[in-house]
């Protein structure tokens, strides 16, 4: 079966310091890819997308950035943190094709202080 | 670019009473799906609706997808303490593969 590991599940880091967060997927091939922010009782904000190794879709400008250096695995980084990019971020995947279904991480809620 | 409005954002209801969220896009739909996210977990694929004017149900939950394919609805009948958590559509339009999320309504539910 498939399963989705997201870490850390929570991080607290000053501001202007680096940001390393990492998803992977087992049991599929070729998956979709995504990074999602949640502001505290907000909706999902689509950061970044991903199709394939090496092909990154950004959403939102911002001084966030991902990469997909494996068919399973994406990281959404930053050089910099602002107090903004406080948030509950999820990864998440599907497969290929039309309709398909999300399959969301346990997120990692960060706090930028 | 696609909007996806849901209302209400906030619901207190009392154990027992029904429910009732409405999403409505400014686009028309391929299909559209429903995602509950409890407190402090991640969202979880409720439901998928594709066909004009097509509705389920999952025993106490009933799902309608309108004619226009521009709205959609979630329905709880006598809900219980179990329900209690943020309700999002995603609605995924003709032209992409990209699902674009309501902003959630969050269901409180006093015992």
């Known amino acids: 079966s498939q399963t989705i590991h997201q870490w850390p599940a929570t991080l607290v880091q000053p501001v202007g310091s680096p940001l390393s967060l990492e998803c992977t997927v087992e049991g599929t091939s070729n998956p979709n890819l995504y990074w999602y922010r949640q502001a505290a009782g907000r909706g999902l904000q689509l950061l970044f997308y991903?199709?394939?190794?090496?092909?990154i879709s950004s959403e939102v400008p911002q001084n966030l950035s991902a990469s997909r250096p494996q068919d399973r695995q994406f990281i959404l980084s930053s050089k910099k943190l602002l107090l903004s990019d406080s948030g509950f971020y999820l990864c998440a995947w599907n497969n290929r094709g039309g309709n398909e279904k999300l399959f969301f991480g346990s997120g990692t809620q960060l706090s930028v202080l | 670019g696609q909007q996806v409005m849901q209302i209400p954002q906030y619901q207190h209801v009392q154990e027992g009473e029904d429910f009732t969220t409405y999403c409505n896009s400014s686009t028309t739909l391929s299909n559209i799906q429903w995602y509950k996210q409890r407190p402090g977990g991640h969202p979880v694929f409720l439901i998928q609706?594709?066909?004009?004017?097509e509705v389920k149900k999952q025993k106490r939950l009933t799902f309608q997808f309108g004619e226009a394919k521009k709205n959609s609805s979630l329905h709880i009948t006598a809900t219980q303490t179990t329900d209690v958590g943020t309700y999002f559509c995603?609605?995924?339009?003709?032209?992409?593969?990209?699902?674009?999320f309501g902003g959630g309504t969050r269901l409180m539910v006093k015992p």
């Open positions: 991903s199709v394939g190794i090496g092909q």
């Open positions: 609706l594709v066909k004009s004017g």
């Open positions: 995603a609605g995924r339009n003709n032209a992409g593969n990209m699902l674009t």
